[in-house]
């Protein structure tokens, strides 16, 4: 055989093996990184942790390879939701979820992983609203899973099984002292219908339930009414309408509204950024026990 066709045919051999084992040796390394991660979780090592996702991530991306960054933003999103950091959790499982219905399908069993995870996030949040219709997409896929993630899956639907019975008794019950205008039963009611079958078509009611009682002091009331703009729920979000809500909340003493003002005031959200006096909010908060104040004061401190 002519030596420049054999020199030409090794040459060609050369580069797909050399290309295989790149392969081979970007997709170890990737999945080393993923498992470091876990480990040191698991030590407590948060933020080294967190770093060999970020950095799994990153490496996903640059090799332009979907389905390897659809799991690492499952990945670092599910970490942030074990941590108790929603919002990113939810940010990172969104983004996931989005990815991975192209790559893998709306229904398969990486894509139901994505939504048992975003489901559990915004139940943690309190936010079983927005999370409802992630539920309503897995509880199909539930018969997928096995061991584990088969308990994992069977406690997120438990938290979005809505007692139909309950919630007609519920309604039942405070309607008449909401309509006479009571602001604790306008207040109650109002969170019965947002965690209730039809919340989407009841974002009218749960409004003026709200307003009602907010406008006769209900500090409750008030706060919600921030959540409600500051989250969207139901509503586009609105930074302005939450800030207020939230001040007049801080205003009559609520904890969390004071913390969460406080927090709009430090990130100038829906108006001029105050760290000075969203300080001072933080204290009053942590002085009636709201955790998450008590841990911003004790990391000012360090």
């Known amino acids: 055989m002519n030596r420049s066709i054999v020199s030409m045919i090794l040459l060609w051999l050369f580069v797909i093996v050399s290309s ?3 392969a081979a040796i970007q997709e170890a390394y ?3 990184g993923t498992s470091v991660a876990l480990s040191e979780e698991k030590k407590g090592n948060i933020k080294e942790a967190e770093t060999e996702l970020r950095v799994a991530l990153g490496r996903a991306r640059r090799e332009l390879d979907n389905e390897k960054v659809a799991n690492s933003l499952h990945n670092l999103g599910a970490f942030y939701r074990r941590q108790d950091r929603l919002s990113d959790a939810i940010h990172y499982l969104t983004e996931a979820l989005q990815l991975e219905e192209s790559v893998s399908g709306p229904t398969s069993e990486r894509t139901g992983r994505t939504l048992a995870e975003l489901s559990a996030a915004y139940a943690m949040e309190g936010n079983l609203f927005e999370g409802q219709p992630f539920a309503k997409r897995l509880e199909p896929l539930a018969p997928l899973y ?3 993630e088969a308990v994992f899956v069977g406690k997120v639907l438990d938290v979005y099984k809505i007692d139909t019975e309950k919630y007609e008794r519920d309604v039942a ?6 309509d006479s205008g009571d602001p604790k039963a306008q207040c109650q009611l109002a969170a019965v219908y947002l965690d209730g079958p039809d919340a989407k078509e009841l974002i009218p009611q749960v409004l003026t339930l709200y307003e009602a009682a907010a406008n006769q002091g209900y500090s409750d009331a008030q706060y919600y009414l921030g959540v409600i703009y500051d989250k969207g729920r139901g509503v586009k979000t ?3 309408k939450a800030r207020e809500w939230y001040r007049i909340a801080a205003n ?3 904890r969390i509204g004071q913390f969460n003002y406080a927090v709009f005031l430090m990130q100038g959200r829906g108006g001029s950024k105050n760290e000075t006096e969203a300080w001072e ?3 009053k908060s942590s002085a009636q026990g709201y955790p998450g104040a008590q841990r911003l004061l004790q990391q000012k401190k360090k």
């Open 20 to 22: 295989c084992s790149r």
């Open 30 to 32: 990737w999945g080393a």
């Open 146 to 148: 096995k061991a584990n």
């Open 173 to 178: 019950k405070l309607k008449p002292a909401a």
């Open 238 to 240: 609105d930074d302005n």
């Open 252 to 254: 009559n003493n609520h």
């Open 281 to 283: 909010w933080i204290k």
